[in-house]
C-alpha cells in the first residue's frame, strides 16, 4: 500500500544523481571504484576514533562482527529482546544461541541489572557469554555508562548495534564507537540511505583488516585466487557507496529535521493526556530515527491497535515497536531474563511517521486524524 504520509522515506537532495553518474561513468558499479574508499574515509573522520567497513547490510555487518568476536557453535551471546531480528539472528547463523534480556523504562534499551543478573546466572551455570549485543532503538542511545561497566567487570565484549542510532550520541560520543565493534545500517528507511548497507566499526587495526578481508571472500592478495579463510561476499558496492556518500553530506541537516520533527509532535500533543514519548536521559543524544510513543489505554481510551487503523484509514503510515524476540515462535527456546517491560512497550507502542519531509502540515494533519478519528473512543 502507498501511503500520503510514509513512516520513514529517504530524500534525494544532494549529489547522489551526480556521484551515481560519476560511479556509472567509470564502469565501477561492482564492489572496487573510488566511492566505496571515499565513503569509508568520510565515515571514518566523522566517527573520529573508529574506522569503518562499508558492507552491505547491517546484517552482514552483525554477522561479520560475530566472526570477529570469535562467536562459535555452542556459544551463548546475550541480545537485547526488544529488537528487530537482525541483531540476534546472526548469533544463530554461527550455531550459537542467544539469551534475551529485557529492557528497562527509560531509553527501552536493554536494562543493565538484569544483564548483570542474566551474565551471572549463566556463569553459574558454566556459560559465561562469549558477547553482549544491545541496541539504539530508533535512535535512542542505551545506558551506555552502566553497560560499559559491566562489559568491563565481566570482560564480556559489546557488540553495539547502532543500525538505527548513525549520528546519534551519548556523552558526546558516537553510538557504535562504544563497543568492542559497531554497526550502524543504511538501508532504505534508515537516518541515512546507501539503497542498502551496512558499515562495521572498530578502532582497532587488526579487526578493521580482518573484516575487510572476510567481507571479500577472505581472498588473499596474491596474484592468484588464495584463501586461508572461509569469507563471505559481504563488500558495499560503488553504486551504493555514491549514495551513502551524498547522503554522509547532509547526515547533520537530516539529524536535525528528525530531532524537530520529534520536538513538533510533542508540542502538538502536548494536550493529549496518556501519551508518552521515548526520551532522551542527560546523557544521551537521539537522531530521533522515528519518533515513538507508548499510550496508556486507561488514559487515552483507545489503544495503539486502534491509533494505527485510524491513520491507516488516512493515508498514514506507521509501525508498531518491535515484537520482543523472545516472544517470536522461532525463538520459543531460547533463554530470557526479565520481566513483562518489553513486552509492555510493543504492546502499547506505536512509531509515527517521520520522514525527513515531513511538513508541520503533515504533522498537524496526522494529530487532526488522532483526535477526530479517535474521540468517540477517548471522550
Ligand atoms: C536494530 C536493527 N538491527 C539490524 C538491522 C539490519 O540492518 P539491514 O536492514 O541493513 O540488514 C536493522 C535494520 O533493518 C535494525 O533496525
Known amino acids: 500500500m502507498d501511503f500520503k504520509i510514509p513512516l520513514s522515506f529517504p530524500v534525494f537532495n544532494g549529489n547522489e544523481n551526480a556521484y551515481l553518474q560519476r560511479a556509472i561513468s567509470s564502469r565501477h558499479i561492482?564492489?572496487?571504484?573510488?566511492?566505496?574508499?571515499?565513503?569509508?574515509?568520510?565515515?571514518?573522520?566523522?566517527?573520529?576514533?573508529?574506522?569503518?567497513v562499508a558492507l552491505n547490510s547491517g546484517t552482514s555487518s552483525l554477522h561479520l562482527a560475530m566472526v570477529l568476536l570469535g562467536i562459535r557453535p555452542g556459544d551463548e551471546v546475550i541480545c537485547q529482546s526488544f529488537t528487530f531480528c537482525a541483531s540476534a539472528?546472526?548469533?544463530?547463523?554461527?550455531?550459537?544461541?542467544?539469551?534475551?534480556?529485557?529492557?528497562?523504562?527509560?531509553?527501552?534499551?536493554?536494562?543493565?541489572?538484569?544483564?548483570?543478573?542474566?551474565?551471572?546466572?549463566?556463569?553459574?551455570?558454566?556459560?559465561?557469554?562469549?558477547?553482549i549485543v544491545i541496541v539504539h532503538l530508533f535512535g535512542m542511545p542505551?545506558?551506555?555508562?552502566?553497560?560499559?561497566?559491566?562489559?568491563?567487570?565481566?570482560?564480556?565484549?559489546?557488540?553495539?548495534?547502532?543500525?538505527?542510532?548513525?549520528?546519534?550520541?551519548?556523552?558526546?560520543?558516537s553510538c557504535?564507537?562504544?563497543?568492542?565493534?559497531?554497526?550502524?545500517?543504511?538501508?532504505?528507511?534508515?537516518?541515512?540511505?546507501?539503497?542498502?548497507?551496512?558499515?562495521?566499526?572498530?578502532?582497532?587495526?587488526?579487526?578493521?583488516?580482518?573484516?575487510?578481508?572476510?567481507?571479500?571472500?577472505?581472498?588473499?592478495?596474491?596474484?592468484?585466487?588464495?584463501?586461508?579463510?572461509?569469507?563471505?561476499?559481504?563488500?558495499?558496492?560503488?553504486?551504493?557507496?555514491?549514495?551513502?556518500?551524498?547522503?554522509?553530506?547532509?547526515?547533520?541537516t537530516f539529524i536535525q529535521a528528525r530531532r524537530h520533527i520529534n520536538q513538533r509532535y510533542r508540542i502538538l500533543l502536548e494536550d493529549f493526556p496518556g501519551i508518552n514519548f521515548q526520551t532522551e536521559s542527560p546523557d544521551s543524544q537521539s537522531n530521533y530515527w522515528l519518533t515513538s510513543i507508548v499510550i496508556d489505554k486507561q488514559i487515552t481510551g483507545f489503544s495503539n491497535i486502534e491509533l494505527k487503523s485510524a491513520l491507516t484509514k488516512n493515508g498514514i503510515e506507521s509501525r508498531f515497536l518491535w515484537k520482543p524476540l523472545h516472544t517470536q515462535p522461532v525463538f520459543n527456546m531460547t533463554p530470557y531474563y526479565g520481566g513483562s517491560m518489553a513486552e509492555r512497550l510493543f504492546e502499547n507502542g506505536l512509531c509515527l511517521p517521520s520522514s525527513v519531509n515531513l511538513t508541520l502540515q503533515d504533522q498537524e494533519f496526522i494529530v487532526e486524524v488522532m483526535r477526530k478519528e479517535l474521540s468517540k473512543t477517548f471522550k
Not at 574515509?41 to 573520529?48: D, G, V
Not at 523504562?105 to 538484569?114: A, D, G, T, V, Y
Not at 541515512?192 to 583488516?209: E, K, P, R, Y
Open 142 to 173: 542505551a545506558k551506555l555508562k552502566e553497560i560499559m561497566e559491566i562489559s568491563d567487570k565481566y570482560n564480556i565484549p559489546v557488540l553495539e548495534d547502532a543500525a538505527e542510532a548513525f549520528g546519534s550520541q551519548y556523552l558526546g560520543k
Open 30 to 52: 561492482a564492489t572496487s571504484g573510488e566511492f566505496i574508499t571515499e565513503f569509508e574515509r568520510r565515515l571514518s573522520t566523522r566517527l573520529k576514533s573508529h574506522e569503518a
Open 89 to 131: 539472528n546472526p548469533v544463530v547463523y554461527l550455531g550459537a544461541t542467544p539469551i534475551f534480556v529485557d529492557s528497562e523504562k527509560e531509553s527501552w534499551n536493554i536494562c543493565p541489572e538484569i544483564l548483570e543478573d542474566t551474565i551471572l546466572s549463566r556463569i553459574s551455570k558454566g556459560k559465561k557469554p562469549k558477547a
Open 176 to 252: 557504535g564507537t562504544f563497543g568492542k565493534i559497531g554497526v550502524i545500517s543504511f538501508n532504505g528507511n534508515k537516518i541515512m540511505s546507501a539503497g542498502g548497507g551496512g558499515a562495521l566499526i572498530a578502532n582497532d587495526t587488526a579487526s578493521v583488516q580482518h573484516a575487510r578481508l572476510l567481507s571479500t571472500q577472505a581472498r588473499e592478495d596474491l596474484p592468484f585466487y588464495h584463501h586461508l579463510e572461509i569469507g563471505y561476499n559481504y563488500k558495499m558496492n560503488n553504486l551504493s557507496a555514491a549514495v551513502g556518500v551524498a547522503q554522509l553530506e547532509q547526515l547533520d
